[in-house]
């Protein structure tokens, strides 16, 4: 915090007016956003300004290059996906809590997640881990159809209101194990799996369409992770490694199998 100090009580007047103008347009501007203990920090955020300087500086700054994934990231509010007091910090490129021991990824990798679908707008996507529903609501963006499972029936109702408040009613939610995918809606051509599994789940696999693409992180509940790209070429299953991450393990029938 800087002090400014002065001998002039004309000085320290006009000072005064000056901060008691300064409070006023502050409190005035409906664009703020504004977290708890923001007012001693002096913490507010235009979320349009900001969503802004994220597509450049962490998204454009760090290698992702297609410009409909650009685009998609600089249309969708985050900060509507976020609980109320984390809403100030939603353009910060970090995870942040949405409830449940859960949380929505950050925008770098929702970003890069996405490009590597390689989507070009007539296809069909499932996803699985729901969340927030802001990963959707990108994914809506670039496909014809969005289709998202989430294991947790509070997020998925959660993420089901956030969608059709915002305009998402395009995007189909359903309650249930992502593991199973999505049977009847398939097959797809992406699948997007937000939790780590230490393989791809088999019928996951059998509803990817032949030359489909799954994104996933890789690796075993408590090991390296790895974000893969994986191509279902002739059949036969293609995996590209991608960058380390890490993400919370996959709930549901899938811990059954694991060791």
Known sequence: MNIITSSSKASRGKLLLAAVFFLSCALLSGFALTAPG????????DPAHARQRMVEQDLRGRGIRN????????????????????????????????????????????????????????????????????????????AKEVYTIEILPALAEKARENLLRLGYAQVRVKAGDGFFGWEEKGPFDAILITASAPR???????QLSERGRLVMPLGAEGQPQKLVRVRKIDGRLRIEEVTDVLFVPMKGAIEKARP
């Open 38 to 45: 923001a007012r001693a920090q002096g913490r507010q955020v």
């Open 67 to 142: 410009l409909r994934v650009l685009q998609a990231m600089s249309q969708v509010p985050r900060h509507l996906f976020v609980p109320e007091g984390l809403r100030a910090f939603a353009y910060e490129d970090r995870p942040l809590s949405i409830g449940e021991e859960q949380t929505i990824s950050q925008p770098y990798m929702v970003a890069l997640m996405t490009e590597l679908l390689q989507l070009q707008g007539n296809e069909k996507v499932l996803e699985v881990g729901t969340g927030s529903g802001y990963q959707a609501a990108v994914l809506s963006h670039l």
């Open 200 to 206: 791809v789940p088999e019928p996951l696999w059998q």
